[in-house]
């Protein structure tokens, strides 16, 4: 099984409705992070939490909302989906060791926005 | 000015050729690099990491850090159609809780049998 797995793979909704990704880890990490990718920005860090209690803004937090319900469990939102938010989202892990923070990212979700 | 600059390719080589990919950085604080491949339809995963300057090998790969001329780069040798996907360089200043990883846009490699 996939040590991070996200839900759905795929998603087409429309302009002004709410969609929620999720992510889950069995990899006993405690950060967990959201990012977007879209052609020629590479990966771009939207949001990410430390631990249960702890969540900060990325690079580009705007239109977007997290939940983390659990260590293993990290939830993206968007409120109200604009077509510029179609893009390439995946969720990734690490675990701080020797000072390296190496992370482990999920299939990811492709969400069109019409 | 990007924190991270990556040439996005493509990059097309024959089966058997020695591939290098490079990226240059502008934060002098980052300390760890690492290489991420990402296969089409999947998420990146870990190829390899340094840290600071110098030299790692690994089978067929071999990552080089400059810290002086701010550039890193990834070698790969005897290259395979396998290793056809795309190559994203990622740095960090490591320091704990501040730390994040910036990742530079990737080029796309394509081993041609």
């Known amino acids: 099984d996939a040590d991070v797995t996200q839900t759905p793979r795929n998603r087409i909704t429309k302009t002004g409705k709410r969609i929620m990704l999720e992510c889950s880890q069995t990899?006993?990490?405690?950060?967990m992070y959201w990012y977007r990718q879209d052609p020629g920005l590479g990966l771009r860090l939207i949001y990410y939490?430390?631990?249960?209690?702890?969540?900060n803004k990325g690079e580009i937090s705007d239109g977007y909302s997290v939940s983390r319900q659990a260590q293993a469990k990290f939830s993206l939102s968007l409120e109200s989906a604009i077509p510029n938010q179609t893009a390439l989202y995946f969720c990734?892990?690490?675990?701080?060791?020797?000072?390296?923070?190496?992370?482990?990212f999920g299939p990811g979700t492709r969400l069109t926005v019409l | 000015q990007k924190e991270v600059e990556q040439d996005p390719g493509p990059l097309s080589v024959p089966e058997g050729a020695i591939v290098s990919l490079n990226c240059t950085y502008s934060?002098?604080?980052?300390?760890?690099f690492m290489w991420y491949r990402q296969y089409s339809r999947k998420g990146p995963e870990l190829l390899m990491y340094?840290?600071?300057?110098g030299n790692k090998e690994d089978g067929r790969f071999t990552a080089q850090v400059d810290k002086s001329s701010k550039y890193i780069s990834l070698f790969i040798r005897d290259s395979q159609p396998s290793d056809s996907a795309t190559y994203l360089c990622?740095?960090?200043?490591?320091?704990?809780?501040?730390?994040?990883?910036?990742f530079g846009s990737g080029t796309r490699l394509s081993i041609r049998p």
């Open positions: 990734a892990t690490s675990d701080l060791g020797h000072n390296t923070d190496t992370q482990y």
């Open positions: 990899k006993g990490h405690d950060r």
């Open positions: 939490s430390f631990d249960v209690k702890d969540i």
């Open positions: 934060n002098s604080a980052f300390q760890y």
């Open positions: 340094t840290y600071s300057s």
């Open positions: 990622a740095m960090s200043t490591g320091y704990s809780s501040a730390s994040k990883i910036i």
